[in-house]
């Protein structure tokens, strides 16, 4: 059974950073194609990065507009753990984040077969 889980959320204040984990088990993620994505109340899960492998070269990242420059998505294959390491944190940024595993469409498609059951984010003074 492939689970994967979250953790790393909290309360910080604006400006102040947080690092999300998602731990994945039951599956080795190393080439899979990843993603972070998040669900602000009463709204649809919209998408904020993907994490993805190019064979036998490297690993790149693709970031939704609202967070590039802030947030930088990592993986790390002995820990099979993906990361969201997110900066100069807003308001606009508090919502439920997910993490999500194994998608043949796009990296920004709801398309993946595995998600977590998400850690809350707020960013509020």
């Known amino acids: 059974q492939v689970r994967l889980l979250e953790s790393g959320g909290g309360v910080v204040q604006p400006g102040g950073s947080l690092r999300l984990s998602c731990l994945a088990s039951?599956?080795?993620?190393?080439?899979?194609?990843m993603a972070w994505f998040r669900q602000f109340s009463g709204k649809e899960r919209e998408f904020v990065a993907s994490?993805?492998?190019?064979?036998?070269?490297?690993?790149?990242?693709d970031y939704a507009t609202p967070v590039k420059g802030r947030f930088s998505a990592s993986r790390d294959p002995a820990k099979n753990t993906l990361y969201l390491q997110m900066n100069n944190l807003r308001i606009e940024d508090t919502a439920v984040y997910y993490c999500?595993?194994?998608?043949?469409?796009?990296?920004?498609?709801?398309?993946?077969?595995?998600w977590g059951q998400g850690t809350q984010v707020t960013v509020s003074s």
């Open positions: 999500a595993a194994e998608n043949d469409g796009p990296g920004d498609s709801l398309n993946y077969k595995y």
């Open positions: 039951g599956r080795n993620i190393k080439t899979d194609k």
């Open positions: 994490h993805g492998w190019i064979e036998g070269l490297r690993y790149y990242a």
